[in-house]
């Protein structure tokens, strides 16, 4: 079993990580993090924190590129030699390895850096939840909505979650709906989510 990293912008593959049989026969509780690889054969990857900067340890955003690695977008015809494509994607470097944290727009500052990522992972474990997304609003509020599993208690649903997660990334308002908004590709409709919660927003107001 191989677990596979790349974007579009690079012809897809970039990466490449052979997951060992001791991993994929552990009978651990939780499934530990599997590492995204080397970069394949003409392919350069750096690791770039918030400063622009190349790390070789900690957080950061992954870029990709190498001379053999060239794909031109929307009006592009002519690239800059060495030319290095960001990925949106957050990793962290640690011990020589390479390890996906979540997208870049999904990471905001609450008492120190937070990946709503975290969020999702840990709520959806919890049985009541089907399934679960995590909105940072404009009024810097952590806003988590979800799709219960069946008929569910909110208070109940309410104290799991604060039980479950790390006192900073416990949410300022559940909502719960239906369904998850997606858009026409199937990726989740932020916009959407956003409408949801101002119509959660009047109608309390109204109350």
């Known amino acids: ?29 939780s ?22 900067g190349k790390i070789e340890e900690g957080e950061g955003q992954v870029f990709l590129g190498g001379s053999r690695r060239v794909c031109f977008l ?25 390890y996906y944290m979540g997208r870049r727009d999904n990471q905001f500052k609450r008492h120190g850096k937070l990946n709503t990522e975290y969020i999702q992972q840990v709520v959806e474990e ?11 609003s404009k009024a810097e509020q952590l806003i988590l909505f979800i799709v219960p ?8 649903l309410w104290r799991a979650v604060e039980s479950n997660l790390i006192s900073y990334a416990i949410p300022d308002d559940l909502i719960l709906i239906d369904t998850l908004p997606l858009t026409k590709h199937g990726k989740l409709d932020s916009s959407c989510l956003s409408l949801l919660y101002d119509d959660h927003v009047r109608e309390n107001r109204s109350k």
């Not at 929307?74 to 390479?98: A, F, H």
């Not at 919890?126 to 940072?136: D, T």
Request: with cysteine; aromatic share 8%; charged share 25%.
């Open 149 to 156: 599993r069946g008929s569910v208690d909110k208070k109940t």
């Open 126 to 136: 919890l049985e009541p939840v089907e399934a679960c997304a995590v909105m940072w």
């Open 74 to 98: 929307d009006d592009e015809y002519v690239l800059p030699c060495g030319m290095m494509r960001s990925t949106g994607d957050w990793v962290k470097l640690q011990d020589g390895n390479m």
């Open 1 to 29: 079993l191989f677990n596979l990293y790349g974007i579009t912008e690079v012809s897809s593959w970039a990466t490449c990580y052979e997951v060992p049989k001791s991993l994929l026969n552990s009978h651990a509780q």
């Open 31 to 52: 499934d530990p993090p599997i590492p995204l690889g080397r970069q394949l054969c003409g392919t350069i990857v750096e690791v770039r924190n918030e400063d622009n």
